[in-house]
């Protein structure tokens, strides 16, 4: 059972107060209470336990269910999916400007959207904390890769992540596990991209591929999105929150719904005030520090509704950049269709939950119309069957059909598509932003975020570059790629802003107060025991998916908090 | 499934329903007919043009009663779905997967694919009765086929009938759904990952020689 408490109990200060389980609060739970603090992290949705066959529906078959995988309303990836949560949450809405096209992801779960993601784990680059130096777009951070660099690798050891070494200038190898071999189409897309250039490497994900911390090698079954009972990949509840349990220094509440950062007379913090669901009762806990790592615009949100006579504009607002500078991971998708793998024969070809190539960003931007890159995620081959298996049959050579023929080519054209998704960089822009709504607020009567969203002509540049590329490895592959060419009007098949799922920004760090909320310790200029732990503070997106960097920065933060107790600072 | 292949997917969960956003008035104005006057109270199955005709088990047999489907609808889903995917030398057909079983449930879930669906049965009844002058359980075997060659290769169909033709692809993909995801259709398919498996061989030789790698 989880070690919840309700919340009920005698007053108790607790060291910290954490606001949200997923990869930021997680890692500031485990570290905060490895180094003695006493620690409550609350979490907004519900409890979840990978190693329970009550939450995980690891290897069950589709036909295990009527529904045969197919989404529900809280689980838009497939009703096995372990992460609940959505786009859409009931009585949790967010509003949009007119024309903004923006969707917002919550998890609301123990270990939040660690139970989803695609184990992707890249780190930033040393070029990646310094685009203005290099270019003039955007901002620096306030740390370099060699600050974080230390983080990376214990989160590497702590977490555990295989990849290989390759020495590419702006993709740091870590320290990683051996990767698995490419499946039959990675090998294809592999000789492809040689012969064009293209670097395509071994994949970087957080799975293990031996013995870690009591965690058992991947056993290779690719349903890591279902939440893995052997705790082979990373998910930050399982990973991260149990053994913080375990120190008998951390008070787990779910359910709690936080509403704001309560503050003292002189302006500090004093604790969280949240809804208990279940109940929907107002409730607060009481902390001598607080971190908020409730996803990037969860926590700007939360410091928004923070308003008291010494913070009239929220916490970390003193210079109105709460909301501002908040970005997406651009994103598009081309499949292709491979004469050369039709008929492939059966073997399993399952592997990790996750490509095992991928190709980082491989060109230099100064010879490009567009001044950031994006990387390749490949996908394909001969997946468990489940609701939606093989949509689209009318778009195969014979145009359609019924009967024999067609139940044939079901089966000759099974693992013989292949996918490639970009996943590039956004540069903060003024159009893009986030603020209260004046009007809307949720079911808990929190005033929701309005979104701001405009892509500049850098992304949609970018995107056409994906669709291009993709469309000429295709072509090299021998393949065909039945969707048109998206236009211009189109976006070039651009995905909305929040549909790939990094945002980031809102409460940036910086080296000033009057550009940023929160300094190089991801400390609240306004506020000295207020840290963000999530991607709130992040300056850049990078072409990078950001948890790895989640994870280290809220690693470092949680050191710096450790060190101030300990020098009697906080 | 990696992140982007559950993005891949969703995209296929979604085609349903795109389907439905994207089907004319023409489909509901077809339903429309098919419930007009003309409807018979019961349509009696044709003599030549049984389920065996499509090769499939009997339907008499199934205890199974649906939730969302009228009797009329029932015969004519079940008819349908093995046309579709039909009995052959390696493995059952749609009714022996139970995927007229799954779209009941599915419906179930889903309010608009009930009405889509509702609609298309209908469009096809009267398509088949514009032509034979009876519903699609009481056509042939032969009038059958013909209804379908003309919806089921949207590229080539005629303009007239796009509703029809949009439907069926979807009806094709919510069959091929139930079918290649229950047991008959996982074991035809040959799909054997979604176990434990020690050390990761990657691609087996063999596999490599066949496709030229």
């Known amino acids: 059972m989880p070690q919840t408490s309700s919340g009920a109990q005698a007053p108790t200060v607790y060291d910290v107060a954490i606001v949200g389980s997923g990869a930021g609060g997680g890692m500031a739970a485990h570290q905060l209470t490895k180094a003695g603090a006493k620690v409550v992290l609350l979490e907004a949705g519900g409890y979840w336990d990978n190693q329970s066959a009550q939450y995980s529906a690891m290897l069950k078959m589709p036909y295990d269910s009527p529904r045969r995988g197919a989404s529900t309303p809280d689980r838009p990836f497939g009703e096995w999916d372990a992460c609940i949560g959505g786009w859409q949450i009931p009585g949790e809405p967010y509003t949009k400007a007119e024309g903004t096209k923006f969707d917002w992801w919550r998890g609301r779960m123990l270990g939040g959207r660690t139970n989803h993601w695609g184990r992707i784990s890249l780190r930033f680059g040393p070029d990646d904390f310094r685009r203005k130096s290099l270019d003039g777009l955007g901002d620096d951070w306030p740390i370099s890769y060699d600050d974080v660099k230390p983080y990376y690798d214990e989160v590497d050891t702590l977490i555990g992540i295989f990849g290989s070494r390759e020495n590419l200038p702006n993709d740091p190898d870590g320290i990683f596990h051996d990767a698995p071999a490419p499946r039959y189409y990675e090998h294809l897309v592999k000789r492809t991209a040689d012969r064009m250039s293209i670097t395509c490497i071994p994949a970087r994900l957080s799975i293990i591929t031996k013995p870690l911390n009591g965690r058992a090698p991947c056993h290779y079954c690719g349903q890591c999105n279902r939440g893995c009972t052997t705790n082979s990949n990373f998910s930050s509840g399982n990973v991260l929150v149990m053994p913080a349990l375990r120190t008998g220094r951390l008070t787990l509440l779910t359910d709690a719904m936080v509403r704001e950062v309560m503050t003292g007379a002189d302006g500090r913090a004093t604790g969280v005030a949240y809804i208990d669901k279940k109940t929907g009762e107002d409730r607060e806990v009481r902390a001598k520090i607080v971190v908020l790592a409730a996803s990037a615009l969860e926590s700007s949100r939360i410091m928004m509704n923070s308003k008291s006579s010494h913070h009239p504009q929220g916490l970390g607002n003193a210079s109105g950049v709460l909301g501002k500078y908040i970005t997406d991971t651009t994103g598009t998708d081309v499949a292709g269709f491979i004469p050369s793998l039709v008929d492939v024969p059966r073997h399993n070809a399952d592997g990790v939950g996750g490509g095992h190539v991928f190709m980082p960003w491989w060109l230099d931007n100064k010879t490009l119309d567009f001044p950031r890159g994006y990387h390749i995620e490949v996908w394909g081959g001969l997946g468990m069957p489940s609701y939606g298996f093989m949509g689209g049959i009318q778009s195969y050579p014979e145009g359609g059909g019924y009967g024999a023929g067609l139940k044939q080519q079901y089966r000759k054209y099974w693992g013989a598509t292949v996918g490639f998704s970009g996943r590039g960089e956004m540069i903060p822009n003024d159009k893009s932003f986030a603020e209260l709504d004046p009007q809307v607020k949720d079911r808990f009567g929190i005033p929701v975020l309005k979104f701001h969203w405009e892509w500049a002509d850098h992304e949609l540049k970018q995107v056409k570059h994906m669709q291009e590329t993709f469309r000429a490895i295709v072509a090299e592959m021998g393949g065909e790629v039945w969707s048109p060419m998206p236009t211009r009007e189109q976006g070039y098949g651009i995905a909305n802003g929040g549909a790939i799922i990094h945002e980031l920004g809102g409460a940036r760090m910086g080296q000033r107060e009057r550009d940023s909320a929160v300094n190089k310790h991801c400390q609240a200029w306004d506020c000295d025991n207020l840290f963000v732990a999530d991607g709130a503070p992040f300056v850049s997106q990078a072409d990078k998916n950001p948890t790895w960097t989640i994870l280290a920065l809220s690693m470092r933060t949680s050191a710096f908090i450790t060190q101030q107790r300990k020098a009697g600072v906080l | ?213």
């Not at chain 2, 339903?31 to 339907?59: I, K, M, R, V």
């Not at chain 2, 091929?176 to 691609?203: C, E, H, K, M």
Request: hydrophobic share 40%; with cysteine.
């Open chain 2, 1 to 213: 499934m990696s992140e982007m292949n559950r993005r891949e997917a969703l995209q296929n969960l979604l085609a349903i329903p795109a389907g439905l956003a994207m089907a004319p008035g023409a489909l509901e104005r077809a339903a429309a007919h098919a419930h007009d006057a003309l409807e018979p109270p019961h349509e009696t199955p044709a003599q030549g043009g049984s389920e065996q005709g499509a090769g499939a088990q009997s339907a008499a047999a199934r205890p199974y009663s649906p939730k969302h489907f009228t009797t009329d609808e029932w015969r004519l889903v079940r008819l349908l779905v093995n046309y579709v995917i039909p009995r052959d030398a390696r493995s059952g057909s749609a009714t022996d997967a139970g995927v007229p079983e799954f779209m009941d449930f599915m419906l179930g879930e889903n309010a608009g694919m009930r009405t889509w669906m509702k609609n298309g049965l209908g469009w096809m009844n009267a398509e088949c009765r514009a032509r034979f002058g009876k519903g699609f359980v009481s056509s042939n075997d032969v009038q059958r086929r013909e209804v379908l060659d003309a919806i089921a290769f949207p590229k080539k169909s005629a303009a007239e009938l796009k509703a029809g033709a949009d439907f069926f692809s979807n009806f094709r993909n919510l069959t091929a759904s139930g079918f290649f995801s229950s047991r008959v259709g996982i074991a035809d398919l040959g799909y054997i990952g979604n176990r434990p498996v020690t050390t990761w061989q990657g691609t087996p030789p063999e596999v490599m020689r066949k496709l030229g790698l």
